[in-house]
């Protein structure tokens, strides 16, 4: 078949090489410049936290061996209190770890492999308009200024949030869409490196500084730097708007981050230098159009990033896609169907735990209540691992669909909460009687039985 795929991002360069290998011909469009000769400034995050699901994913395609060699692992989260005091929170009582990876990096591999695989790349050329009932979109050359048309059987729009494809299919009856911002948008800035290109704070870790209705993070890069990430109201105060000038700036960082103040001698410069991006959640539906053309990734569920799954949700789809192309070879249409009604409900779910993350990390995680649960939780999964497997973990650390995970948290949710309430649970906990308790309240669930395949 004669493909097309708009947009070259993580998602379209890795759904091109799939589809190329299953011996259709691919034709990969993106609007920027090939990032593997020149860099693009798009203001976006340098690294992402990649997890069990991306690895699967790039394991499909041969290239965990070599993503693993620029990623970082993170083996937990690590608290800065406003008096600088460090506390360490393993992701997992199995030495579990997520990955820094960089974008560029990751996205450069994917490229190569899709040219390696016989996908025809075109940067520079932009998706001006789409004909979804022929799967024909206008293709503008950035340089010349001239439009052609390209025809095809199928047309994936993996062309991110703020979609193209998926802007015509909101002209057509039926469809349905919802665009959610939250109230806080982001900066990114930078911990440099040491002089000996070596890390200021722990590398293998991920580290938070949760302040309550605002929080900022840090992820490791290879070189030594930290990326960091201010998510920050856009106005109220303290909010973007509030801060104006560089004294603002530093009073504010002398007040709640006193311990990154002195890792950051460019924090101002950098501050007012980089772009201000805010942060949706997109939900629509349907993502198939008279099984022409198919949303994917980004373009089909955009979601806010403190699950840190954003990209590790787009490349299951890929992975779910690929696996209903090799049960059902030529059954188009029931393929894209299948596609559809398997992902819906699990990017619903992430979407959903992801805006809920948001909370715990920068107001949760700081409250003692909230670490005496994760620490009964901790010691569940590791005394009971049959009975217990902890949500975070389930969505990091395995493949069991997103909604199904969601729905098993709610069922430990109930459960925590009666835990919590017992008097004295602070010096009580150890000496409960879990075993009993959990099989009476718990459905039994075993994670290894439910690795479905989708
Ligand atoms: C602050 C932040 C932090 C994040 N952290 C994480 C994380 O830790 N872990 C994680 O898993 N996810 C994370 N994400 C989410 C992740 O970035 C996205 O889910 C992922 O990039 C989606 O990939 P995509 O290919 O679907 O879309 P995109 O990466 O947006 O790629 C879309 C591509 O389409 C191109 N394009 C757009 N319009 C057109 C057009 N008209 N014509 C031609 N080309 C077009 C764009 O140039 C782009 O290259 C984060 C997101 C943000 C904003």
Same mark, same amino acid.
């Given at each position: 078949m004669n493909i097309t795929v708009m947009g070259a991002g993580l998602v379209g360069s890795l759904l091109s090489v799939l589809l190329a290998?299953? *011996? +259709?011909? /691919?034709?990969?469009?993106?609007k920027r410049p090939d990032l593997r000769v020149s860099q693009w400034e798009d203001g976006r995050t340098i690294n992402l936290a990649m997890s069990e699901r991306g690895w699967r994913a790039l394991r499909l395609v041969g290239l965990e061996d070599a993503a693993k060699e620029f990623a970082i692992p993170m083996r937990g989260r690590m608290m800065h209190d406003p008096a600088g005091k460090l506390t360490f929170q393993p992701y997992g009582t199995n030495n579990e770890c997520i990955y820094s990876v960089s974008r560029s990096l990751l996205n450069r591999l994917l490229m190569n492999l899709a040219e390696e695989s016989g996908v025809h790349l075109h940067f520079e050329k932009k998706c001006t308009g789409v004909d979804l009932a022929d799967a024909s979109v206008q293709i503008t050359d950035l340089h010349t200024n001239a439009t052609r %048309?390209? +025809? #095809?059987?199928?047309?994936? *729009? !993996? $062309? *991110?949030?703020f979609s193209a494809v998926r802007a015509a299919m909101m002209r057509h009856n039926r469809f349905n869409y919802e665009q959610y911002f939250i109230e806080h948008g982001y900066k990114e800035l930078t911990i440099p490196a040491r002089p000996d290109g070596t890390? $200021?704070? $722990?590398? +293998?870790?991920?580290h938070i500084w949760p302040r309550g209705h605002y929080m900022l993070i840090a992820l490791p890069n290879p070189d030594g730097t930290f990326t960091c990430t201010l998510f920050f109201p856009f106005s109220g105060d303290p909010s973007f708007a509030s801060i104006r000038t560089r004294e603002d700036l530093l009073r504010f960082f002398r007040q709640n981050f006193p311990d990154v103040l002195p890792l950051?001698? $460019? /924090?101002? &410069? &950098?501050?007012?230098?980089?772009?201000? !991006? !805010?942060? /949706? %959640?997109?939900?629509c539906w349907p993502w198939v159009y008279q099984n022409r053309a198919i949303l994917i990734g980004d373009a089909a569920h955009a979601v806010v990033p403190f699950y840190g799954q954003g990209m590790n949700a787009g490349f299951e789809d890929c992975v779910i896609l690929d696996q209903l192309l090799g049960e059902h070879p030529g059954e188009w249409a029931r393929i894209f169907d299948q596609y559809q009604r398997t992902r819906k409900?699990? #990017?619903? #779910?992430?979407? &959903?735990?992801?805006?809920?993350n948001f909370t715990e990390m920068r107001d949760k995680v700081a409250d003692p209540a909230f670490l005496l649960r994760k620490k009964i939780e901790a010691h569940l999964h590791r005394h009971y691992p049959d009975l217990w497997t902890p949500l975070y973990t389930m969505i990091a650390f395995t493949n069991i669909p997103y909604a199904e995970a969601m729905a098993l948290g709610r069922q430990q949710d109930r459960f925590m909460n009666s835990i919590m309430a017992i008097p004295d649970i602070h010096s009580q906990w150890p000496e409960l009687d879990y075993e009993s308790i959990l099989k009476e309240n718990l459905v039994h669930h075993s994670p290894a039985q439910s690795i479905l395949n989708y």
């Open positions: 290998r299953r *011996g +259709h011909r /691919v034709n990969l469009f993106e %048309t390209v +025809h #095809a059987d199928f047309l994936f *729009g !993996s $062309d *991110g949030a890390w $200021d704070i $722990d590398k +293998h870790a991920l950051m001698p $460019d /924090v101002a &410069e &950098e501050y007012f230098r980089n772009p201000l !991006s !805010s942060l /949706v %959640t997109v939900r409900p699990n #990017a619903d #779910a992430i979407a &959903e735990l992801a805006l809920q």
